[in-house]
């Protein structure tokens, strides 16, 4: 044997050694992998060699590396290196991948390994992860999020209407705001403990409101105060839930709130109706009678009361009760003795026959309440206009005066009430007015508290016991509550003589009179009668751990009660004096040890309900929820902005706002319909007006709300609260919408034979039809309505309107957008308005030029502005600027002089790597899915709504878009 074949041998040997210890080694560090056998030695030799060298210039390398996807979707895997031909195989995981490399993930969310091996046996693999896509919706100043792979709902921003369906006036303004901390809204259509609100009377009787409409009542059930016939206190807490019954107002109503005065209740319905029940010596139930009702007759028979009008809302003082009704008046009736009905006399009213009908409204010189709050022998009402007014007794200050004088029970001194004596704090503006037994607190924009009136318990909370109001320029001086450094006021309510607030940190605080351990602190001892007592060393009340206060009780006896949130369940926790039973135990008080509250603290049992969310849209103000509740398909429910005289959220609701404060939403929302059992697919409402459209199961389309241009479609301009009284919309026979989009007071519907038909507010001719004329507002219109002209044979696949702008995707992928174009928003590179005259649509009408060669996969118009996904998956936006909304890192306006649209206009960078999947715009600002499943927002961001945990515009500048903006964290 040569020398020259020994030393081979000898090297032969050695890489078969090193490698088989290599092996042995666990290294799995390259991602390609050397073949399991080979035919030949020298094979291996050559293998073994080049291995030691580059191992990936031998084998194949799969491309990309790892992917993200939706359920149900497809990736092409590409190959390179290696030696055709290559077989790809799934090494773990679901789904199924061909020969071609394609791999297509199964309908449910995991992760799969994919393996490509080449004729020498060499491989490599990828991972894919799959996922349920997120979703987004975008209203004007909010964002929600339903998160695909745990069904829940997230929202942040402005929540001023509800919007968040969550608690706070912004969400999403501070870092501590997001992530773990962003909690889902409780849409009624998940798991939930079914209580919404919680009512006290002064005697110790609790109502809890449930979400679906109903009530159960305990404690003192004395006078029928609770609705039926026994004490809360003989139940034993453990059967509570089942042992009280759930009581409804009647004749397919629902409560919508309930407020107690001192032996009554008074119940507000989902049609604007109010119901009072309990002790009625003085006629505060409004019956024309002194009986009482609740027991026999039930609350279901007791008849509303006759206000000659609906009511907003309601309020239940000592032995009076008054109603806020639609439009902004108020009616109280009952005890008189002081002035407290307003009615410049000190007759009681709702004792005798045809009280009631002939009760006029309380003397507001001409203004509008938005708030009300009857007290023990008076009443207080905050404006529209930011400042509050009271009437009746005054011995204390209660009525912010300046003086002792009662008001309203002699003749013409409700008119003495001007704007000039009004309380006010301007600029900051009064939201929200509770008052006591001799004491009002008044919440302010800037979320401070002002309180006045009587003070000997130091229940005013400025450590010390001297009266407010009670002489002239006591007001002028009121200081704002200091409840601790850098805490502000979310809510507040006043019991006979003390006060709580929930603080902007969630953490509840009381202070005044303590004699029943009603103030939750562990002793009996007043708070807030010296200094010191306020501020940082006021302690909050212990309600045990991760239970956030939501809702508070107005109550004139000593039990304190809250709704508050315990790991996504709404609860309901009281303490004080509790003689009755009120707390659901038989405990006589509690808050006066320790121990007593936080864990030893139990909620009161109610029951639950159950659940799914699978789509959110839009509305004015608020937001949708579609999805599966209790086995029930199409179920659409929705949350924000209601008012009364529009209704927009669909479910016949009266109240104004609906999910403003956490809990308050739920399955007590019924279900949005048109009657018959028609259910809604989709229900959206555009940004800037008051109205709403849906699509229904049966595929008709009904519009509701404002209607000062024919924006409902019916072929006039009046206003329509009540869907099942509202017609289809008729927009050609035998034709059926697809698709809808609403823009100010206008709407345009893709109809199922792929044209657009859009009528309503037409002052930039956006509703395509070549003049400026509004349609839809008179007799004929809508069933004479034309398709609007897009070209020969070109036809639409999507349409979306906005600020009386209007875009579509065309057959060909391509847009065309008319309309207003006063900030190059149609993109053709000028400002001139399409549309309004003849001769500018049809074949007249270029497409918006994206880039040579460039598609549109999804389009999504904003305010001035649109915003395309490409079929690169990369994103293009145009038009207004200002806030950064383009995601270009500049101010500068795209599309509104030439050469700035096509190939000059850039892609919005969204990170390394990263295209979109989705796109939604809002008022000013854009939120982006990606194909990571991450969510990306920029532009306006004085609300919190774009989720990045601070305030401030992202996008405007350079340094802010790409890499370096973070993915929202939900």
């Known amino acids: 044997m040569n020398a020259s074949l020994i030393r081979d041998l000898g090297v032969i040997c050695f890489l078969l050694l090193f490698f088989a ?82 791999f297509t993930a199964p309908t449910t969310p995991g992760t799969s390994t994919i393996r490509v091996t080449d004729s020498q046996g060499y491989s490599s693999q990828a991972s894919v992860e799959y996922f349920v896509q997120n979703q987004i919706a975008v209203s004007q100043f ?9 069904n829940e709902v997230k929202c942040f921003g402005s929540n001023q209407h509800g919007q968040m369906a969550n608690d706070g006036i912004t969400i999403g303004d501070q870092t501590s705001d997001m992530g773990d901390n962003l909690r889902p809204a409780k849409l009624g259509l998940q798991q939930d403990i079914s209580v919404t609100a919680v009512a006290a009377t002064g005697v110790s009787s609790i109502a809890a409101v449930l979400n679906d409409g109903s009530m159960k009542s305990w404690g003192y059930s004395g006078h029928s105060t609770n609705g039926y016939n026994w004490l809360g206190d003989s139940i034993a807490p453990t059967t509570l839930a089942e042992s009280i019954p759930q009581i409804g107002p009647g004749t397919s109503r629902t409560f919508v709130q309930i407020e107690g005065g001192y032996y009554h209740f008074c119940g507000l319905l989902d049609n604007g109706d109010v119901k009072c029940w309990g ?25 509303a009361i006759n206000l000659n009008g609906q009511a907003a809302k309601v309020s239940a003082g000592y032995l009076h009760s008054c109603a806020l009704l639609v439009g902004g008046t108020v009616k109280c009736w009952g005890y008189n003795a002081y002035g407290q009905l307003g009615q410049d006399n000190s007759a009681w009213v709702g004792t005798g026959s045809g009280e009631m009908s002939a009760l006029a409204s309380v003397d507001l010189g001409g203004k509008t309440a938005v708030d009300l709050s009857a ?10 206009d930011g400042k509050a007014r009271c009437w009746g007794q005054n011995n204390v200050g209660q009525l912010g005066l300046g003086n002792t004088n009662q008001i309203g029970d002699a003749t013409d001194e409700m008119a003495t009430l001007t704007d000039a004596t009004d309380i006010s704090f301007l600029p900051k503006k009064i939201i929200k007015i509770s008052s006591g037994i001799y004491h009002v607190c008044a919440l302010l924009d800037d979320e401070t508290l002002r309180c006045w009136g009587y003070n000997n318990y130091g229940q005013l909370g400025q450590g010390d016991t001297v009266n407010r109001g009670v002489v002239p320029g006591d007001m002028k001086t009121l200081t704002p509550l200091q409840l601790g450094s850098n805490k502000t006021i979310k809510d507040v309510e006043c019991g006979n003589y003390w006060t709580c607030a929930i603080l902007s940190d969630d953490t509840l605080k009381c202070w005044g009179y303590n004699a029943w351990g009603q103030l939750g602190l562990g002793h009996r001892s007043d708070i807030g009668k010296v200094s010191g007592d306020m501020g940082d060393n006021l302690l909050t009340v212990d309600l045990g751990t991760n239970v956030i206060p939501k809702k508070l009780v107005k109550t004139s006896g000593d039990t304190n009660c809250v709704v508050a949130e315990k790991e996504g369940s709404n609860l309901v926790y009281c303490w004080g004096r509790v003689l009755y039973g009120e707390d659901a135990t038989a405990r006589a008080t509690i808050g006066l040890n ?4 936080g864990s030893g603290l139990p909620s009161v049992n109610l029951g ?37 005289s529009y209704r927009l959220l669909g479910s016949n609701l009266s109240e104004w706002v609906v999910g403003d404060t956490y809990g308050e939403i739920g399955s007590g929302i019924a279900s949005v319909n048109a009657g018959q059992d028609l259910k809604a697919v989709h229900l959206e409402g555009n940004q800037q007006s008051p109205f709403s459209c849906a699509l229904f199961d049966d595929q008709s389309m009904r519009c509701w709300g404002y209607n000062p241009y024919g924006n409902l479609g019916q072929d006039d301009k009046i206003t329509r609260n009540y869907i099942p009284t509202t017609p289809p919309i008729n927009l050609g026979t035998g034709r059926t919408v697809t698709q809808f989009s609403s823009g100010p007071y206008s709407t345009c519907a893709l109809l199922d034979n792929a044209t657009i038909k859009c009528w309503g507010h037409n002052p930039y001719g956006n509703l395509g039809q070549g003049h400026t004329n509004a349609l839809g507002d008179q007799a004929g219109e809508m069933a004479t309505l034309a398709p609007v002209d897009l070209g020969t044979e070109v036809t639409a696949k999507y349409v979306c309107t906005n600020n009386y702008h209007t875009c579509a995707i065309t057959n060909k992928d391509k847009i065309k957008c008319w309309g207003y174009n006063g900030n190059g928003q149609l993109g053709y590179d000028h400002t001139n308005n399409i549309g309004d005259a003849p001769g500018e649509m049809g074949d007249a009408l270029p497409y918006v030029d994206l880039g040579t060669g460039r598609s549109v996969k999804k389009l999504s118009c904003g305010v001035n502005y649109n ?58 600002h854009t939120c982006t899915l990606l194909d990571s499943n991450e969510v990306k927002c920029w532009g306006y961001n004085h609300r919190g709504q774009i989720g990045a945990g601070k305030t401030g515009n992202l996008g405007d500048n350079e340094d802010e878009m790409g890499d370096a903006l973070l993915p929202i964290r939900f």
């Not at 042995?24 to 291996?44: M, W």
């Open 867 to 924: 915003c395309a996904i490409l079929d690169n998956d990369k994103l293009k936006c145009w038009g207004y600027n200002a806030q950064g909304q383009l995601g270009l890192g500049t101010t500068a306006t795209k599309g509104n002089t030439p050469v700035t649209m096509g190939n000059a206009l850039p892609y919005v960078n969204l990170g390394t790597g990263r295209t979109a999947v989705d796109i939604k715009t809002g008022y000013f």
């Open 608 to 644: 639950t309900m159950k659940g799914n969310v699978q789509k959110i849209t839009h509305t004015y103000l608020g937001f949708c929820a579609t999805g599966n509740d209790q086995g029930n398909s199409n179920t659409t429910k929705c949350w924000g902005y209601n008012e009364n």
């Open 21 to 102: 210890c290599k092996d042995k080694s666990g290294d799995t560090s390259s991602e390609v992998n050397a073949p399991a056998s080979v035919s030949s030695v020298p094979a291996v030799v050559a293998e073994a060699a080049n291995s030691l060298t580059n191992n990936n210039e031998k084998g194949p390398v799969l491309s990309p590396a790892s992917k993200k996807i939706a359920v149900g979707s497809s990736v092409a895997f590409s190959v390179s290196g290696g030696t055709s031909p290559y077989i790809f195989s799934l090494s773990t995981g679901d789904g199924t991948v061909d020969s071609s490399g394609n």
């Open 142 to 150: 909010a964002t929600c999020i339903l998160k695909g792979n745990t």
């Open 375 to 384: 007290g023990f022998n008076f009443t207080c009402v905050a404006f529209d």
């Open 594 to 597: 320790n121990g007593e509250m």
């Open 279 to 303: 002790y009625n010596a003085y006629g505060q139930l409004g019956q024309d009678n002194r009986a009482y009702y609740g027991a026999n007759p039930t609350i279901s028979n007791t008849p």
